[in-house]
Nanobody, 115 residues
Framework: QVQLVESGGGLVQPGGSLRLSCAAS????????LSWHRQAPGKQRELVAT???????GYANSVKGRFTISRDNSKNTVYLQMNSLKPEDTAVYYC?????????WGQGTQVTVSS
């Protein structure tokens, strides 16, 4: 069983930055695909960024060049550095861990971008 705990959300002004963290329990972190997703009110959850076990990354077009996903296998933690934040980035952000047929979600952390 894997548990994921996100942290780092909050209120930030447009143009500001935040770094989200997601700490995982268990022993499959280093061999798993990790991703960040977000869900705004009234909208479907969408994929934001992905990082493979080999450190290959991918991003949604809406965040490319502004967000950076990274992982620290020694700490079982995945990060999402978010720069140049916009009001449309406001959402609950979730981390996800996938390995083979297993998938786990965190509880989410709120990010609000507003002046």
């Amino acid at each position: 069983q894997v548990q994921l705990v996100e942290s780092g959300g909050g209120l930030v002004q447009p143009g500001g930055s935040l770094r989200l963290s997601c700490a995982a329990s268990g022993n499959i972190f280093s061999i798993s695909i990790l991703s960040w997703h977000r869900q705004a009110p009234g909208k479907q959850r969408e994929l934001v960024a992905t990082i493979t076990s080999g450190d290959s990354t991918g991003y949604a077009n809406s965040v490319k060049g502004r967000f950076t996903i990274s992982r620290d296998n020694s700490k079982n933690t995945v990060y999402l550095q978010m720069n140049s934040l916009k009001p449309e980035d406001t959402a609950v952000y979730y981390c996800n861990l996938r390995h083979a047929f297993l998938t786990y979600w965190g509880q989410g952390t709120q990010v609000t971008v507003s002046s």
